[in-house]
């Protein structure tokens, strides 16, 4: 992604602290100390699963452990338990997966609305995603400390999925499972740093809306979601 006005923001920085621009000789700091690394340092995968498995109650979110070959399966019994009405992005992990003949069984029965996200669509499919029972999306970096998945939207994942239907479905695959946010921001950082394209719009979603803004009462669906669950696959 290009960055834009750069020089000219960065210019206008320096005008107001009162010095010029600085355009050579500034170095990083070396911390002594990064505590933040050592959260959870050292678990393997499968610990690392447990952590998530563990924390996902406190979020209220069911959690399911499947494989590729059972992923079909787990996947219709989570749906039928939650709706009829189905958006899902339009991630080329579905065909990985082996989920686009689901999604095909769905949208051609009578009993089943399914929709794939379309950006030639538009905002059209915001209006889909706001009457939809479901939303299903793949977690692209999934924080064990925090049962949280990360979601880089783009053009054919939009935030809609998992913020305006009733339920959330998240199908984690176990490889992306990493202790806590700092493992993710290093991830992305270094994508960025390897010329990778990264989405400028990157979603963490911790299960259902949750907010206690209120005297402290936590109240579940007051801006999103109301039900969640993820769905782990042993893709290792």
């Known amino acids: 992604m290009a960055i834009k006005n750069r020089d000219a923001f960065l210019n206008n920085l320096a005008a107001n602290l009162g010095r010029p621009r600085r355009t050579e000789g500034v170095k990083r700091p070396k ?16 610990e690392l699963v447990d952590v998530l498995e563990k924390q996902c109650g406190t979020i ?9 070959a059972n992923l079909n399966e787990a996947l219709r019994e989570t749906i039928d338990d939650h709706g009829k009405s189905i958006i899902v992005a339009n991630d080329q992990r579905s065909e990985e997966f082996g989920l686009n003949d689901l999604f ?3 949208d051609e029965s009578n009993d089943y609305e399914c929709h794939v996200w379309d950006p030639k669509k538009g905002k059209e499919n915001q209006v889909i995603a706001e009457r939809a029972d479901i939303g299903i999306t793949f977690s692209d970096i999934t924080l064990a400390e925090s049962a949280t998945v990360t979601l880089f939207n783009d053009t054919n994942n939009g935030r809609s999925i998992s913020l305006l239907p009733k339920t959330y479905i998240a199908i984690i695959p176990k ?28 979603s963490f979603v911790s ?30």
Not at 31 to 40: K, M, S
Not at 208 to 226: C, F, K, Q, R, Y
């Open 60 to 68: 209220h979110t069911d959690f399911k452990k499947t494989n590729i």
């Open 207 to 236: 299960g259902p809306s949750n907010s206690a803004d209120i005297e402290m009462n936590l109240i579940v669906g007051v801006h999103g979601p109301t039900k969640a669950t993820y769905i782990l696959v042993d893709d290792m």
């Open 31 to 46: 911390w002594n100390y990064n505590p933040q690394a050592e959260v959870l340092k050292g678990y393997s995968q499968d």
């Open 104 to 106: 095909a069984e769905f």
């Open 175 to 202: 490889s992306t499972v990493v202790p806590r946010i700092t493992q993710a921001t290093q991830k992305i950082h270094e994508a960025n740093q390897h010329g990778q394209d990264v989405s400028s719009c990157v």
